[in-house]
């Protein structure tokens, strides 16, 4: 089985940045499709981001594009969200998540195809 333990997150103003890490262990694939989900009370799990297996982000939100860089590491099996420009639109519980292989379009943002996924961490903006 896959494990994905998380690290960084916390409590910032608006303006600043953070740095989202997840360590990948247990795999018995090099081809994994990772993602970043972020989860706020009363609402569904939005995929923020996703990165293929082969290292390339492949996919991001609208609501953080142009913000937010999602990258992979593939030395250390670690995959990063460098969080810019944070708000307090952005405070939610963050997750990452992974699916061996390759997902198509649809699939990528329906965070029911991830079969692995974080602890999750806490990233709270305030203005």
């Known amino acids: 089985q896959v494990r994905l333990v998380q690290s960084g997150g916390g409590s910032v103003q608006t303006g600043d940045s953070l740095r989202l890490s997840c360590a990948v262990s247990g795999r018995t694939s090099s081809r994994y499709t990772m993602a970043w989900v972020r989860q706020t009370p009363g609402r569904e799990r939005e995929v923020v981001a996703v990165i293929g297996w082969s290292g390339d982000a492949t996919y991001y939100a609208a609501s953080v594009k142009g913000r937010f860089t999602a990258s992979r590491d593939t030395t250390d099996d670690t995959i990063y969200l460098q969080m810019n420009s944070l708000n307090p639109e952005d405070t939610a519980l963050y997750y990452c998540?992974?699916?061996?292989?390759?997902?198509?379009?649809?699939?990528?943002?329906?965070?029911?195809?991830?079969?692995?996924w974080g602890q999750g961490t806490q990233v709270t903006v305030t203005s």
């Open positions: 998540a992974a699916r061996q292989g390759g997902l198509s379009a649809t699939q990528l943002t329906t965070t029911r195809y991830y079969t692995s």
